[in-house]
């Protein structure tokens, strides 16, 4: 089971950029379809943003889409979500989870509720 771990979060205006990293351990992560997913506060429920697959195919939600982009470092073992011209509405918890699929070619960023490893996620929060 693959243990994943973000960061990269912070406090920024509207408008700036930041990079969200989902490192790692125990696993290659290029076997895994990752997901990001966000909550904007406890209790409102996790959406899910962007995923992308083993041979590097991208899905973006519509309201991310052109703005976030999603990448593999397979020789850092880490996911990135860059985020540009955030948005008050961006403000969430951001988390990565994993899903073994090896040779994936598809993935769905709104099914992710049965992937098994999640990490412990990381607050980005968009204010002036």
């Not at 990752?34 to 697959?53: D, F, K, N, Q």
Request: glycine fraction near 10%.
């Amino acid at each position: 089971q693959v243990q994943l771990e973000e960061s990269g979060g912070g406090l920024v205006q509207p408008g700036a950029s930041l990079t969200l990293s989902c490192a790692g351990s125990g696993a290659t992560l290029e076997d895994y379809v990752i997901t990001w997913v966000r909550e904007a506060a406890p209790g409102l429920g996790r959406v899910g943003i962007s995923c992308i697959t083993s041979d590097e195919s991208k899905y973006y939600s519509e309201a991310v889409r052109g703005r976030f982009t999603i990448s593999r470092d397979n020789a850092r073992n880490t996911v990135y979500l860059q985020m540009h011209d955030l948005r008050v509405e961006d403000t969430a918890a951001y988390y990565c989870a994993a899903n073994y699929q090896p040779d994936s070619i598809q993935c769905f960023y709104a099914e992710f509720d049965s992937f098994p490893s999640w990490g412990q996620g990381t607050q980005v929060t968009v204010s002036s």
